[in-house]
Structure formats: structure tokens, C-alpha cells
């Protein structure tokens, strides 16, 4: 179980690329509908605490609990159909499959869920609709502005109605203006749904939009500002 | 802090402008860190292959010139006035055997003095009763595998014979110095060793043919391919090349830029295509393909093809990317593909499809007097077929998956990457394509002129599967050599035909300068059976053979032998009289005349047939015998164990195989060298395929680490590159099948054929079917591993 009221806790994680630890004992903990900003100097952990966290890369030692389960006792099918179900993604960029329309890569992960493809693409459209980007539905990625992207992206993360989000840089591809805006729609659509978020940013005006803060440092996290 | 000069120096131009940016691309390619080197590497492989292959190509006309020289080197040979014997003497006779199905070349050798010639591979003549081999021979007489050769070759093995006397490094050869007087009749008086090449047979103008399209078949791949190869990486150049637009490269200079960056690929494949090529070299000794190998030193490009090859590659990796740049408009701000955005044009790309064809069949069937330039046209429209189906190929895709329906996700990300980037899909697959069509005409032509070039040889390997011939001697002694073929290991069954030659009995009549003959064989009942149709036979029986062969040869075997009249059994067989005093033999009264058979070795023999009971085999004069075996399939070695035995009877007794069919020299030649060039050829494919399908892995690394990060399964992905290879391949296995088909109509056309061969159709689809799922097999692991979550990282 994870501490008390937290939907998401890591303790002790430690993991290495070589001989260079990225985390040393790191612990965080989210609890339902919070926002928490990761924030750090370039190369200090950030990317990889979210990829622990999300069940993309295993820690070398430490735990990552989520509800009722330990993610680093789950086989890899097991943690995938668990960031199929129950996690969202937004990244910096790339992360749109560019043959498909943007209609197409919302109702992505729900067809992988198992989803009917009719079903998917019309919830895929609501959250489109929601996130102000529904007249570019039928335009593939390549076709569309960075800002739209983005938020095609969040619609993508938002629309299988995950209990955590992850958001590695999600506006760090993006001017101030797109950026907030993305940040803005992001937020409110989590907080809606009571989705927990870890954002990964370096950006302190993004960070502004977080409950919390957290800053990695040496492969270690501390805690630093509350701000809501 | 200086300022910028006011006078700046004017900018390079011409040859100059070309020079600098092209040597820019090169730095930027030589210099682009890991991820540059990676792409520079996979280009590198993909060329270096189609280097090796082609500097492989460009060997083989010194290689066959290399084994076809040290061939007539050894040839035993004179000419129509025969050498007296001499100090500088040699008699030679051909001791070839075979073992387990595989030729070993021999000579049995009889110096008639201190200065005969030697043979070639060897400084001095092995001892008497000893013999000179080959390296491969002497392993293989050393290993357990031989014990059976050992048999048929106990000599001591006191020489070895050096590479100029082998045809290739892992020839089974010997030379055996008699310890006795070879006979001239048996062999050979030489005063040198070796005879002319026969390369002056003029070879048809449809086997030319054939080795033109065969060139083109096998070469049109490797081009496709090389061309594919350089484009590896397009995408990520081009968005660098944007980057140089930004900072104020024109569009030109960028172009050159990329030539620049190519080149040096280019450059890099010829590099390591030498050196595999090099390295495969010292290796050709050690490895065979469809019985042919080769000592490094024959493998040896002509160096007018290996300077083509040198300059072509360069060239055409500057060919390809300006002409593949023409449909890329690179702003500063991006990459814009004009070709997405229109419609692939059908009207230029049909009439190079059908135009090969088309010229085979105006240019009608070849005329055997024109050697040479009635092929011209069938490789001109052989090139133009395949270029077809790379030009069509990319249209037929882009036309079906635009057609295609939605489905599970693995067929939805598959489908939607095609119609997005049909043009990448296509490249992947069409040197496969390529390579199926030419195979599949080149085969149809193949086993249309088969008919041509392999003959019936009229043996029956039904009726027995050996012979074993015993030459002339006493009739006991035949019989004693007989019954010991009979009852070796690997008999089933041993019919024995003892031949000699009688004549008429009586004085000479008028008008007659010798005795007229005729042949007699002796065996049992069921001997005769397979040389005549007996009938009714006993022991004691005996027939005239007088219908199934000339009315003439039937009339003499009358004249001759008459039943109840008497032959003359020892009679010369230049006049007919008797050598010593007159053996006669009468023809049993009811002597019945019958109809010759055609034997399982395809002999008919008119004369007299008489069973032992009826005639005496040792009162024949020189009587010489052959056995007709049916070989018991049951025992492993059944036919060395017969060679060991003939072996055993003398130099002069031999085994041969029955067979049904023979293949002309030339065509068997020029059917091994292709398919020598086929196997090579579809090893280069399917190595090409698969690096082609890494590489585009490779570029799409970042989005499938973000597909698996949202839960994408992996056997999805998987699936989804199987579909995104099957659906190109199975469009461009029809569109080959119905280019093949074409060619090949054409081709037979040419040869004078119509008849089309079915079944030698879809082995190659299949082939290439089952190739490219291998080749999806083997580059699982790669997407496993571009799947890993490294791709996410941004910093």
C-alpha cells in the first residue's frame, strides 16, 4: 500500500546509466488530483524519475507503488497494460504517430485498450472539442502548429481518463503564449477529473501551475515550494 | 570587437563552388557524432555489399579463363601423328573416377624415360606404384569419409600436386606412376602435357542470351539496392540541410551539400565493399557453391570493371540524391516534399514496364547466324522490364493502400505509414521485386531451352543403375571377374554379357577381301533378355539378333551364321582368317531369328546370342564383358563399393553410372554460374532488406519509445512492421510475377520457344516470400531494442 491518501509513492530508487547514478535514493509520493512540478538542472534525474514512475524503466533498487501495486515487481506486459489504462503521457515533442490524424492519435490508446474504433474516435473528438483543437481533427501532425500538437497530445493523455498524467517538458517545444495556454487546458482537464500530475519542466512559469514543487538534485529529491 | 571588411572576397564558382560544398558534405557526414557515423555505417554496409558483389561479378570472367586454362594444361591429348617412344616420352592414360557423386580427376602415368614431360603441378614423376595428389584428396584420403576411396586408391602417397596442376583449391586429383608398361592403346604417347582450349567453339546465340540477361538479372538487384542504400537517412539530412538554409545556404549549395554527403557514404561502402571483397578472397579456397571453388588468385576483377565499379558507385550516389532532391523543396524553415502532395504519374513509368517486352517481341526470334547482336535486344529489354517494375512499383502501392480499409491497430499504423510514405516502402522492397522478376524469366527460359541443351543420352536407369565393363582376356578370367562384381556389396542383380567377334567359317568367295563378322555374346537367359526379346530361352539355346537394327548388319549375321552351319571363333579381326589353328563352333539347328533391344545403356547389338550352355565363353577369342547392375538402394555406398570393386580388376575395368539425360557442356556451365549468382544474388537481397528495415526502425526510434511508453503493445508493433513489409511485398511480388511473366514471353520469343513451364513459377514468389519473413524475424531484435525508453530522452 502506499502511504497514507498518496495515489503514487517511490522510495529509494536508485538507478544508474554506467557508472553515473541518475537517482541516489530518491522518494516521492502524489496524491490524487495534485499537480507536482519536478524541476532540476539539465542532466540531474528529472526524465528518469518520470520513467520510473511511469513504469518505462525499472529502478535498479527502491520501490514504486501505485495503489495496490508494486510496479517494479510487474512483469513488462503487466506495467504496459497499467500506462495503457491507468497513466497518460505528454512530451516535449515526437510523440504523435505522424501517419495517423490527429482524430486517429487520441483514439490510439483507447483502441489499444480494446476500444471499438467508432467508440474511441468519438471520444476522441469530445476531448478535442474540449481542447480547442476539434478543426484539425482529420490533418496529420506534420500539418498542424506545434501548439495544436501539444495539445493534440494532451487530449491523447487526457482521454483515457488516467488517475496520473505525465508530463515530461510538455511546452518546451512551444513559445510563452501556446505554452500557457497548453498548460492551462492541461491543469484544468486534470483537476476536473481528479488526475494527479507530474510535470517534468525546468520552467519556473510552468512549474506555477503545479500544487507542489519538487527539485532533483544529485539524484536525490527535494521537496521546495508549496504554492497552492 | 572587429568589424566585418568592407570588401569581401568574391564567392567561389564553378568546378570551384562544386568542390567546396560537395568536400562541406563530407565534413558533415565525417563529422555528425554518433548518430551521423550510425547512418554513415548503415550506408556503408549497404553499399559495401553491393561493392562486394559487384567486384565478384567482374571476377568471373578471370576465374572460368583461370580454371579453363590449368583444365587443358593437364589434357591428354595428340594429335593425328603420334610421338615415337623416347627418352621425352610419357604415356598417359585417363584414370577419373567419381566418389560420392563428386569427380576425382586422375591420371595413371608411364615415363617412358628420364626426360618425359611432366604433368603439370608437380617438379618430379612419384614413384612407381605411388601416386601424387591433391591437397584435398590427401584429407580426404587421411579422414574417415575416405576409407572407401582408400580402397580404389591404395597407393603410397609420395607428391603433391601444387596449384597449377588443379583446377581449384578443393579438387579431388591424382597422378599415379604405373609400375608396369602402360599400352598405347589404353592411353596416350605424349611429349608435353596440355592442348588448346576449346574457347573457340562458338557458343549459340541463345546461350548468349541467356548470359546477357543473366548479367542483367543478377547485376539489376544490386544497382537497385546500391541506389536505395545511399538514400538511407534522407529525412534526417534533409531537416539538417534546412538548418543550412537558415543560416543562408541557397538551395543549390544544399543539394551539393547532400551529394557531398552521399559521396562520402558512397565512398565509405567502397571502402568496406573492397575490403570484404578482399578478405572473402583469401576465404574463396575454402568454400564451394554448386561444385565450383576458387583460389584467391582467380578471383581477381578485370581491372577495366573494377575501375567502373571505382568510379560508378561515386557517381551514381551523387545521381541518385540530386535526382531524389528534385520533389524536396528545403526551406530555412522546414522540408517540404512536393511529392506527397501529388499523385504518382502513371504515363511514364508503364511504357518502361511494357516496353521490354514490346522490344523482344518486335524484335522476334534470333537468328542463329547473327552470334551475339540478336541478344543486344533481349538485354536492352530485359534492363528496360526491371527498371519498369522499380518505376511502377512505387505508383502500384501508392494507388491499393489508398484503397485500403481501416482495421485492428497494428494494420492502421501499418497502412497509414504506406500511404504517407509509400515512396520509402517501396525502395525497401523493389530490389527484391527486381530480382524475382529477372529470376522468374530468366527461368522460364531456362527450362525452355533445358529441352535444347540437356539430350536423352537413350540409357535406361530403370532397367539397371551401373555398368561395370571388364576388358578383353580369357573367358574364365571374365568369369571369375564377373562373379566377383556380382557378389560385391551393393548388387541386387548382375546380368553378364561376354562380347567377341566370329566369322564366316570357309575360304574367302570371290570378289571378298576378308571374312565377313559379326558380334557374339554370351549369357544366361536372363543376360539376353536385356539385349533381345528372347522369347522362350534355355540354357543351351541360342538366337540370331537380326531385326531392330540395319537390314544390312542383319544380312551379314545370315551370311555369317547360318543354324546348323559352323563359325569361325578365332579369327583376325582385320582379315578374317584364323589366328592359329580353326575353332569352330556350330550354330544350334533351331537357332531362332529375333529382335535386338535397345540395352539399359542404350547399345542394340545385332548378332549372335548364345547362353552359355550353347556356347563355351572360353573358346572365344579376346572375349571382353560387361555387367549390367541393379544396385540394391538399401545399402549406403552401393556404388563406391562397385567402383572399388572394377577398381580392383585392373586399371583398364570401369564402373559408369546409367543416366537417362546429359547436359551440354556449355549450358551446364552457364546454368551453374547462374545459379552460383542467384544464391549470392539473394544473400545480398535479403542482407539488403534487412538493412534497409533497421534503418527505417532506426528513424522512427523517438515515436516507438513513445508508443510503448503509453502502453503499446509490443507484439502491436511487431505486427505492424510485418504488415508494413508484407503489404509492399505481396503488391510487389504480383507486380513481379506479371513483369517475370512478360519477360519471359518475350524471351522465349527470342529463343524460338512457346511453351511456357508452369511449375517453374511460384517457387519464387514463395522464396521471396518466406525471405522477407525472415528478414522481419531478424529485425525483431532491433525493434525490441528501439523500443527501449532511451528514445524519450531529450537532453
Not at chain 2, 94 to 117: C, S
Not at chain 2, 213 to 228: D, E, G, N, S
Not at chain 2, 693 to 720: D, I, K, N, P, Y
Request: net charge positive.
Amino acid at each position: 500500500m502506499t502511504p497514507s491518501g498518496s495515489l503514487l509513492h517511490a522510495g529509494g530508487l536508485y538507478k544508474a546509466y554506467g557508472a553515473t547514478p541518475a537517482l541516489d535514493g530518491a522518494e516521492f509520493s502524489i496524491h490524487p488530483g495534485e499537480v507536482v512540478a519536478v524541476l532540476g538542472p539539465s542532466g540531474s534525474g528529472k526524465s528518469t524519475l518520470l520513467h520510473c514512475l511511469a513504469g518505462i524503466i525499472q529502478p535498479d533498487r527502491g520501490t514504486v507503488r501505485y495503489g495496490d501495486h508494486d510496479l517494479t515487481a510487474m512483469t513488462d506486459a503487466e506495467r504496459s497494460a497499467l500506462r495503457r489504462g491507468d497513466f497518460g503521457f505528454v512530451f516535449q515533442f515526437g510523440q504523435l504517430v505522424p501517419e495517423l490524424t490527429c482524430l486517429e492519435n487520441v483514439a490510439l490508446p483507447m483502441r489499444l485498450a480494446g476500444t471499438a474504433r467508432k467508440a474511441a474516435e468519438a471520444h476522441a473528438r469530445e476531448w478535442l472539442e474540449r481542447l480547442e483543437v476539434d478543426p484539425v481533427a482529420g490533418r496529420r501532425p506534420g500539418e498542424v502548429s506545434g501548439g495544436q500538437g501539444q495539445r493534440v497530445a494532451v487530449a491523447r493523455a487526457l482521454a483515457t481518463r488516467p488517475r496520473v498524467i505525465f508530463a515530461d517538458e510538455p511546452t518546451g517545444a512551444l513559445d510563452s503564449l501556446n505554452g500557457e495556454r497548453v498548460m492551462g487546458l492541461l491543469t484544468e482537464a486534470a483537476r476536473a477529473t481528479r488526475a494527479a500530475v507530474v510535470l517534468v519542466t525546468h520552467e519556473t512559469r510552468v512549474a506555477a501551475y503545479s500544487d507542489r514543487e519538487v527539485v532533483v538534485r544529485d539524484g536525490k529529491v527535494r521537496e521546495a515550494v508549496t504554492t497552492g | 570587437m572587429t568589424r566585418p571588411p568592407h570588401h569581401r572576397p568574391a564567392p567561389p564558382h564553378g568546378p570551384a563552388v562544386w568542390l567546396r560544398d560537395l568536400g562541406m558534405g563530407l565534413r558533415f557526414a565525417a563529422a555528425g557524432g554518433r548518430e551521423g557515423w550510425t547512418r554513415t555505417l548503415l550506408t556503408a554496409v549497404g553499399v559495401g555489399l553491393g561493392v562486394l558483389l559487384l567486384l565478384g561479378a567482374a571476377s568471373v570472367p578471370h576465374l572460368m579463363e583461370g580454371r579453363q586454362e590449368r583444365a587443358m594444361a593437364r589434357q591428354i591429348l595428340n594429335g593425328d601423328d603420334p610421338p615415337r617412344a623416347s627418352e621425352r616420352t610419357v604415356i598417359a592414360m585417363d584414370a577419373d573416377t567419381t566418389y560420392h557423386d563428386q569427380r576425382v580427376f586422375g591420371l595413371r602415368l608411364y615415363p617412358e624415360g628420364k626426360r618425359a614431360p611432366l604433368p603439370p603441378g608437380v617438379t618430379a614423376y612419384p614413384r612407381p606404384g605411388t601416386m601424387a595428389v591433391s591437397p584435398a584428396l590427401r584429407d580426404l584420403l587421411a579422414s574417415p569419409d575416405g576409407a572407401l576411396l582408400r580402397e580404389r586408391l591404395p597407393y603410397v602417397i609420395t607428391g603433391t600436386i601444387a596449384d597449377p596442376g588443379l583446377v581449384g583449391p578443393k579438387e579431388l586429383a591424382y597422378y599415379l606412376t604405373s609400375d608396369v608398361p602402360l599400352k598405347t592403346e589404353d592411353g596416350f604417347r605424349l611429349t608435353h602435357f596440355g592442348a588448346d582450349a576449346f574457347g573457340d567453339q562458338p557458343m549459340s546465340p541463345t546461350l548468349l542470351m541467356l548470359i546477357f540477361i543473366a548479367c542483367v538479372v543478377l547485376l539489376m538487384p544490386v544497382a537497385v539496392f546500391i541506389a536505395t542504400a545511399i538514400r538511407f537517412g534522407g529525412d534526417r539530412r534533409d531537416r539538417r540541410l534546412a538548418a543550412l538554409r537558415l543560416v543562408g545556404a541557397d538551395v543549390a549549395t544544399t543539394r551539393r551539400i547532400a551529394a557531398g554527403e552521399a559521396l562520402f557514404g558512397a565512398l565509405c561502402g567502397l571502402a568496406l565493399g573492397t575490403a570484404l571483397f578482399l578478405l572473402c578472397r583469401t576465404y574463396a579456397g575454402s568454400v564451394t557453391l554448386w561444385d565450383i571453388n576458387a583460389f584467391p588468385s582467380d578471383v581477381t576483377p578485370l581491372p577495366a570493371l573494377a575501375a567502373l565499379i571505382a568510379v560508378a558507385v561515386p557517381v551514381a550516389a551523387l545521381a541518385v540524391t540530386l535526382f531524389t532532391l528534385r520533389g524536396v523543396a528545403i526551406e530555412p524553415l522546414g522540408v517540404v516534399r512536393g511529392r506527397t502532395a501529388r499523385r504518382r504519374r502513371l504515363w511514364w513509368r508503364l511504357p518502361l514496364l511494357v516496353g521490354g517486352p514490346a522490344i523482344l517481341l518486335v524484335s522476334g526470334p534470333l537468328d542463329p547466324r547473327e552470334r551475339g547482336v540478336g541478344a543486344y535486344p533481349a538485354a536492352v529489354g530485359a534492363a528496360l522490364t526491371l527498371c519498369g517494375v522499380t518505376a511502377v512499383l512505387p505508383w502500384v502501392i501508392e494507388a491499393v493502400v489508398g484503397r485500403l480499409g481501416r482495421g485492428p491497430v497494428a494494420w492502421q499504423l501499418a497502412v497509414r505509414r504506406l500511404q504517407l510514405s509509400g515512396g520509402t516502402a517501396a525502395r525497401a522492397v523493389s530490389g527484391i521485386c527486381v530480382a524475382v522478376a529477372g529470376a522468374l524469366a530468366l527461368q522460364l527460359l531456362v527450362s525452355a531451352l533445358q529441352s535444347d541443351f540437356v539430350t536423352r543420352t537413350g540409357q535406361d536407369s530403370g532397367r539397371a543403375q551401373m555398368t561395370v565393363s571388364l576388358p578383353e582376356s580369357t573367358g574364365a578370367a571374365l568369369r571369375r571377374a564377373a562373379d566377383r562384381v556380382a557378389t560385391t556389396e551393393g548388387v541386387r542383380t548382375a546380368h553378364t554379357l561376354v562380347g567377341a567377334t566370329v566369322a564366316r567359317s570357309g575360304p574367302l568367295r570371290k570378289g571378298e577381301k576378308f571374312a565377313p563378322g559379326a558380334s557374339v555374346i554370351v549369357g544366361d537367359c536372363a543376360a539376353l533378355r536385356e539385349v533381345a526379346q528372347t522369347g522362350a530361352c534355355h540354357d543351351g539355346d541360342a538366337f540370331l539378333a537380326t531385326r531392330g537394327g540395319l537390314a544390312v548388319d542383319a544380312a551379314t549375321i545370315r551370311e555369317v551364321a547360318r543354324p546348323g552351319g559352323k563359325v569361325l571363333l578365332n579369327a583376325d579381326g582385320d582379315t578374317g582368317k584364323p589366328l592359329g589353328t580353326p575353332r569352330l563352333w556350330t550354330v544350334p539347328p533351331g537357332t531362332r531369328e529375333i529382335a535386338a533391344r535397345k540395352d539399359p545403356t542404350g547399345q542394340t547389338s545385332l548378332g549372335i546370342l548364345a547362353t552359355p550352355g550353347a556356347l563355351d565363353l572360353t573358346r572365344l577369342q579376346d572375349p571382353s564383358a560387361r555387367v549390367l547392375i541393379r544396385t540394391d538402394p538399401a545399402v549406403p555406398d552401393g556404388e563406391e563399393h562397385i567402383r572399388n570393386a572394377a577398381a580392383a580388376l585392373g586399371p583398364d575395368a570401369s564402373a559408369s553410372t546409367v543416366r537417362d539425360t546429359e547436359s551440354d557442356a556449355q549450358f551446364a556451365s552457364v546454368h551453374t554460374g547462374l545459379l552460383l549468382g542467384s544464391t549470392v544474388t539473394m544473400a545480398l537481397v535479403a542482407a539488403g532488406l534487412l538493412v534497409t528495415t533497421v534503418e527505417q526502425l532506426r528513424e522512427r526510434r523517438r515515436l516507438l519509445s513513445v508508443l510503448v511508453a503509453f502502453g503499446t503493445r509490443r507484439s502491436t508493433l511487431a505486427w505492424s512492421v510485418l504488415w508494413q513489409t508484407a503489404v509492399p511485398i505481396v503488391l510487389g511480388l504480383a507486380l513481379a510475377v506479371a513483369a517475370g511473366l512478360g519477360l519471359g514471353a518475350g524471351l522465349l520469343r527470342s529463343a524460338g520457344k512457346a511453351a511456357y513451364d508452369w511449375s517453374a513459377i511460384w517457387p519464387l514468389p514463395l522464396a521471396a516470400g518466406l525471405l522477407v519473413l525472415l528478414v522481419t524475424v531478424l529485425s525483431l531484435p532491433s525493434l525490441w531494442r528501439l523500443m527501449r525508453p532511451d528514445g524519450l530522452r531529450t537532453e
